[in-house]
């Protein structure tokens, strides 16, 4: 995705609720939904992250509670709530039905429906809040007060407990439930399409403008298609820039990076952000905005990089692993790019929590000098979305202290999250899929349930979204310019 598109020994039998016989029997005829809670079962003994926010005891009969929704579900829509609430109760954001990994067939009947609100949107505290209509009948900063004689909060609670995070990071389901016009498949869009339809293919709306006059009005739900039209990125070639770059009348540039998902780019971003980083001799300083991007590559390692005078090294984070080889039973089900993902514990240390310890080395992250070291103060802008890469590059700014956050606290969560590597979990009966990450990321000692704050905490106000003020932008570039 392009925004927001990565056990106790004991446990694990607990966990299975099945022996391992009669677990191999239901696999060998796998054609029943009890066999797909068989194999949801089983892969998610690999989860590192299970009984991170959770004792076994509890998620255990959560998955009683969805063995029994999931084989009683009338349809494939029951079937993909009841798996989408298992997983957003393990409180892991890379933890999900993933949107873009369904079959074609699954992603047709299940996300592309004509539900959707027809403007993008964002929430300030508990008010929905037009950010723009593309087809110019609600003014910017219209606040919505009310969706088909429901209140828009209202919904958005009824919605939180589907919608992936780290840990107790509302913030983050939050910020999921908004629509901006840069994801292709809106997470706001697939909920409120499967648990609140309109009535008839039409929303009923109670708006206040931001004049203050109140009106009803009655808009046209609409589908996938349409909504993609009215993306606020246009799509760009393989070989084009996927970020922009503008040296603003103060003389501090500012860096847009939406994401940071450039494996299938033939672009070269590394000669590209080069060439810019080092025409800043003479500038007041760099804002790097990250706002709208959830993570992918480690792309801001190459600007750390430009930061530090010697070889530098992240706070320690131990990677922990669930499993030394996969069940050769499960191995047909679990869909990956990279097969050395099933025996990623074969060289791990046993610890005596059931976990593995991942060998030292495996993908550690060391980030030495490279290029021009930049010859201005920076300013990394942050909020909710920002929940995997773009998380732990958060994290490494403050930890090398050569730069400064602005905006509103981090998604992901200090406690660590999970990701790395990753299998796609095909359950063959539902057809449907979930992302299962199996690298755990855990800090050392106690830390708080919670993202990272900012050293300037400053969000947008409905009038600010009237206006089309950016006063997260504005601020930081303010504190560049004076020095």
């Known amino acids: 995705m392009r925004r927001r598109t990565f056990l106790k020994a004991g446990g694990a039998a607990a966990l299975g609720g099945l022996s391992a016989r009669s677990w191999a029997a239901d696999l060998t005829s796998p054609g ?30 959560r998955l009683q509670r969805f063995g029994a929704a999931f084989t009683a579900a009338p349809d494939l829509t029951g079937r993909y709530l009841a798996l989408t609430r298992l997983t957003a109760a393990i409180r892991c954001g890379h933890s999900y039905g993933n949107f873009f990994n369904q079959k074609k067939a699954v992603a047709a009947e299940l996300f592309d429906r004509r539900t959707r ?3 993008h949107f964002v929430w300030i505290d508990r008010a929905m809040v037009v950010s723009s209509d593309p087809a110019g009948g609600l003014p910017r900063g219209t606040r919505i007060l009310a969706v088909n004689g429901q209140d828009p909060a209202v919904l958005r609670d009824r919605l939180l407990p589907l919608i992936r995070s780290d840990g107790h990071n509302d913030a983050k389901r939050i ?44 808009l046209p739900a609409i589908g996938l298609a349409a909504r993609q039209a009215t993306m606020t990125e246009a799509a760009v070639k393989p070989d084009q820039p996927l970020w922009q770059w503008a040296m603003r009348p ?19 971003w590394k000669g590209w952000l080069g060439e810019r980083l080092d025409s800043l001799p003479g500038a007041k300083g760099l804002i ?38 996969t069940p050769a039973a499960l191995d047909p089900y679990l869909d990956t790019w990279d097969d050395s993902f099933r025996t990623l514990g074969e060289k ?43 998380f732990q590059f958060a994290l490494n700014m403050r930890a090398i202290g050569e730069g400064k956050l602005y905006g509103r606290p981090t998604g992901g969560n200090l406690r660590g999250i999970n990701g790395g590597c990753f299998f796609f979990v095909r359950l063959p009966a539902s057809g449907l899929e ?14 708080p349930d ?22 997260v932008l504005e601020r930081a570039a303010a504190d560049l310019a004076r020095g």
């Open 288 to 325: 790097v905005d990250l706002r709208d991007n959830e993570g992918g590559a480690d792309c801001g390692d190459f600007i750390l990089a430009r930061l530090i005078d010697r070889p530098w090294t992240p706070p320690a984070l131990h990677q922990r692993l669930r499993f030394r080889r």
């Open 348 to 390: 791990a240390t046993p610890l005596s929590d059931g976990f593995f310890l991942r060998p030292a080395g495996e993908d550690a992250l060391s980030i030495a000098p490279a290029g021009k070291r930049l010859p201005v103060k920076v300013a990394v802008l942050t909020g909710p979305v920002n929940s995997s890469a773009t």
């Open 434 to 447: 979930f992302d299962l990450p199996l690298v755990g990321y855990y800090p050392e000692g106690s830390q």
């Open 450 to 471: 919670a993202g990272l704050a900012p050293d300037v905490a400053l969000a947008p106000t409905i009038a600010d979204i009237a206006a089309g003020r950016d006063p």
């Open 175 to 218: 910020s999921l439930l908004e629509v901006r016009g840069d994801d292709r498949i809106e997470t706001f869009d697939v909920f409120q399409g499967l648990v609140a339809p309109p009535a008839g293919g039409e929303h009923r709306l109670m708006v206040e403008e931001p004049g203050g006059r109140r009106r009803e009005v009655r």
């Open 117 to 119: 609100l027809p403007f």
């Open 250 to 268: 103060d003389g501090v540039a500012v860096l847009t990076m939406p994401g940071w998902a450039i494996w299938d780019s033939k672009w070269d």
């Open 32 to 61: 029943d939904l009890a066999g797909d809670v068989a194999i949801l079962r089983q892969a998610l003994t690999l989860h590192p992250g299970l009984y991170r926010y959770q004792s076994p005891q509890a998620f255990e009969a």
